[in-house]
């Protein structure tokens, strides 16, 4: 019976995390926040609403709540790239290059070809002057990935093509 409840407990709040993301895709993130609040609420553990209010707070450039946010994200599971990724921003930003390159990949490490982590850690490394730790991470890149070969033939591509973290809506479980 716990159990029961317990899943449509997780149902309300993922639907809460769905009304965030209509609202953030109407351009409302003030209603987006409100309703992730209430997931968060209803069900603390429920990664995705931690995640895209991380989200929100980095595109505010407020990174000390994105990256309590994003941890409470991965605290709840470990095994969300995409939290990793956006993490990776938030300690970027900060200047905390390692920790980043770490999150990075540790997101790699997660999603197999995970070209967003790859093209932000090969950024990052070109950045700390580590160019060919940098092109190791173009290596990685899926064979069907579009600009794959641009990529290799000009490293340049990396930084232009440093990617933001995208919404989630996926389920906590």
């Not at 409100?34 to 429920?46: K, L, Q, T, V």
């Not at 173009?138 to 995208?166: M, Q, V, W, Y």
């Amino acid at each position: 019976m716990v159990f029961w409840l317990r899943k449509v407990f997780r149902t309300g709040a993922q639907k809460l995390v769905d009304q965030g993301l209509e609202a953030e895709a109407a351009g409302n993130s003030d209603d987006a926040r409100r309703y992730y609040a209430e997931a968060i609420e209803a069900d603390p553990g429920i990664a995705p609403a931690h995640y895209n209010l991380g989200l929100i707070q980095l595109g505010e450039k407020s990174y000390a709540d994105a990256e309590a946010s994003l941890r409470t994200a991965l605290q709840s599971r470990e095994d969300f790239p995409d939290a990793w990724v956006a993490l990776a921003e938030v300690l970027e930003a900060g200047g905390r290059d390692e920790e980043a390159l770490a999150a990075l990949d540790k997101a790699a490490a997660l999603r197999k070809h995970f070209a967003g982590a790859l093209l932000n850690a090969s950024a990052l490394l070109q950045n700390m002057g580590r160019l060919e730790e940098a092109g190791a991470r173009l290596r990685d890149l899926p064979a069907d990935f579009p600009d794959r070969h641009e990529a290799h033939c000009n490293p340049g591509i990396a930084p232009a093509a440093h990617e933001t973290s995208k919404r989630s809506g996926e389920s906590s479980e």
